[in-house]
């Protein structure tokens, strides 16, 4: 199953107009782009290789592989050895730009034509690089616009095994590329909503909160029951502790720690 950019634009740049970021999941976008804003060259080198952007590359390696240099663009395995996960049988090569330029070739990236860029082809064609699975079970992909309100759950646990009650707790490669665009202006690619609102995640300033690890800790202090694992997941459990700590406290209980609910967790004491 495969689509057409011109298939797929308007419903690609409307998802992008309304995406928001949950202000629980913005500091982890902005630590994550500043590291990758903070590697650019890597991928400014391969964009001058392939004509893909380094904003486009980035976010996928990312995605892939936590932006591990070691391992392959295509899908995070070794490139220095043949690799074992779809696509499977590439490499070895002798670097990781070669890697990711074989990587970005499988899917025609390097064909779409330097001038052409925009956001909402960047993000067609990280979908199609992901593939187009998630559109045969009728829900947004998880790899494109996980963590933000687009996304509702969903997700390919392995290659081509889909589980709907499934929930991915990656960063969505979206939100991702409108935080560095912040960040780092120079990565920017334009896009063909040309105005866009102000809480849109391309506009909102860097975020003052803490990582979710320290909200789990902060939870767990005040007496989260049962206690949450502090692994940095804002997943389901630390939603229900969030909007219990609220519903005490007669805060809006959305379970979304802003800064009014932050700051409420730091007034009170630890139980």
């Known amino acids: 199953m495969t689509y057409?950019?011109?298939?797929?634009?308007?419903?690609?740049?409307?998802?992008?107009?309304?995406?928001?970021?949950?202000p629980q999941?913005?500091?982890?976008?902005?630590?994550?782009?500043?590291?990758?804003?903070?590697?650019?060259?890597?991928?400014?080198?391969?964009e001058k290789r392939s004509s893909v952007p380094a904003l486009v590359t980035m976010v996928i390696a990312e995605r892939e592989s936590g932006a591990d240099p070691r391992m392959s663009l295509a899908q995070g395995d070794r490139w220095d050895r043949v690799s074992v996960h779809v696509p499977k049988g590439r490499g070895p090569f002798k670097s990781w730009e070669d890697a990711a330029a074989d990587a970005l070739a499988i899917d025609g990236l390097d064909k779409a034509g330097r001038g052409n860029w925009t956001?909402?082809?960047?993000?067609?064609?990280?979908?199609?690089?992901?593939?187009?699975?998630y559109r045969r079970y009728g829900v947004p992909s998880a790899?494109?616009?996980?963590?933000?309100?687009?996304?509702q759950g969903g997700k390919f646990v392995a290659d081509g095994k889909f589980v709907r009650s499934a929930w991915?707790?990656?960063?969505?490669?979206?939100?991702?590329?409108?935080?560095?665009?912040?960040?780092?202006?120079?990565?920017?690619?334009?896009?063909?909503?040309?105005?866009?609102?102000?809480?849109?995640?391309?506009?909102?300033?860097r975020s003052e909160l803490p990582e979710t690890s320290a909200i789990q800790k902060r939870?767990?202090?005040?007496?989260?029951?049962?206690?949450?694992?502090?692994?940095?997941?804002?997943?389901?459990?630390?939603?229900?502790?969030?909007?219990?700590?609220?519903?005490?406290?007669?805060?809006?209980?959305?379970g979304i720690?802003?800064?009014?609910?932050?700051?409420?967790?730091?007034?009170?004491?630890?139980?």
């Open 4 to 22: 057409s950019f011109a298939e797929l634009k308007d419903d690609i740049g409307q998802k992008w107009a309304a995406m928001r970021i949950g």
């Open 25 to 46: 999941f913005l500091p982890a976008f902005d630590r994550t782009a500043a590291k990758l804003a903070a590697d650019k060259d890597r991928y400014l080198s391969l």
């Open 119 to 133: 956001v909402e082809l960047a993000l067609y064609y990280q979908e199609k690089f992901n593939g187009f699975g």
């Open 143 to 151: 790899y494109i616009w996980a963590a933000t309100n687009i996304y």
């Open 168 to 205: 991915d707790t990656q960063l969505g490669v979206a939100a991702l590329m409108a935080r560095i665009m912040k960040a780092d202006p120079s990565l920017a690619l334009p896009s063909i909503a040309h105005s866009l609102p102000n809480d849109h995640p391309i506009h909102l300033a």
């Open 219 to 254: 939870l767990n202090e005040l007496g989260a029951k049962p206690p949450l694992a502090v692994d940095g997941i804002y997943g389901p459990k630390t939603k229900q502790a969030a909007r219990e700590f609220q519903t005490r406290h007669s805060l809006q209980d959305d």
């Open 257 to 271: 720690v802003g800064p009014a609910t932050w700051a409420a967790m730091n007034l009170r004491e630890a139980a």
